[in-house]
């Protein structure tokens, strides 16, 4: 069988669980450069693939101006070039440096939760300690 070419607006929205509004949106932004047949939007098979990019990008935390120069970069020759995968590289380098430090500062949050559920549980203790103290006085 052989591999479909072009693709609807409403194709790709269920592949890949987007809204049409957000494919608009991406070509809006210039991501994306379907032709047109009429009013109807015709994406091709690069248009598919960079949607699949872009939301692989938004997993990782990259922004639409970062997948915009990538995407630059790779125009600029058949084949992508040097500059890009250095780029490409320099940007996750980024991201997993950004996401190092979310997880320490969950961890930190961790901790401080954990030490103030502790405080909270001694002085929980304490107060029934003195409520059951008061009790024993007034019975004698």
Not at 71 to 90: A, I, V, Y
């Amino acid at each position: 069988m052989a591999e479909k070419r072009t693709f609807s607006i409403s194709e790709l929205s269920q592949e890949f669980d987007v809204t049409t509004r957000s494919i608009r949106f991406y070509e809006d932004e210039g991501l994306l450069k379907p032709t047109r047949r009429g009013q109807t939007r015709v994406f091709s098979t690069k248009d598919r693939v960079r949607l699949k990019l872009i939301l692989r990008g938004k997993r990782m935390g990259f922004t639409l101006a970062e997948t915009r120069e990538l995407f630059d970069l790779w125009d600029e020759t058949e084949t992508g070039n040097e500059k890009q995968l250095l780029k490409m590289l320099e940007i996750l380098d980024a991201r997993r440096a950004h996401l190092e430090q979310q997880k320490n500062d969950i961890a930190q949050a961790e901790m401080e939760m954990e030490t103030a559920e502790a405080r909270c549980r001694e002085a929980l203790a304490e107060l029934q300690r003195k409520k059951e103290q008061e009790l024993v006085k007034d019975e004698t």
